[in-house]
């Protein structure tokens, strides 16, 4: 998903990222916030709660992919410069 924001990682700060003990900390912390989050979706009925709640595990769900939004942007951008460089 190319977006105009500028980037400053590498390809391989990118790759590595995912790897830290820090982004395994925060991975496992969003899974206990969805599973609490779905707990609330069985038990609520309020229709305005339920959309809020489900908004919330959208935006966890998007928090923990972005490591791999980010990488192919950068791939993306490196590929776009190389094929820039070429002409």
Do not use: N
Not at 27 to 46: F, K
């Amino acid at each position: 998903m190319k977006t105009d924001v500028e980037l400053r990682s590498s390809i391989t700060d990118a790759s590595e990222f995912v790897d830290l003990k820090m982004w395994k900390d925060i991975v496992a912390e969003l899974e206990g916030w969805i599973e609490a989050i779905r707990h609330g979706l069985e038990t609520e009925t309020d229709k305005e709660e339920i959309l809020r709640l489900q908004r919330r595990v959208e935006a966890c769900r998007y928090f923990l992919v972005l490591p791999s939004v980010i990488l192919e942007d950068l791939k993306l951008t490196k590929e776009v410069e190389e094929e820039e460089d070429e002409r």
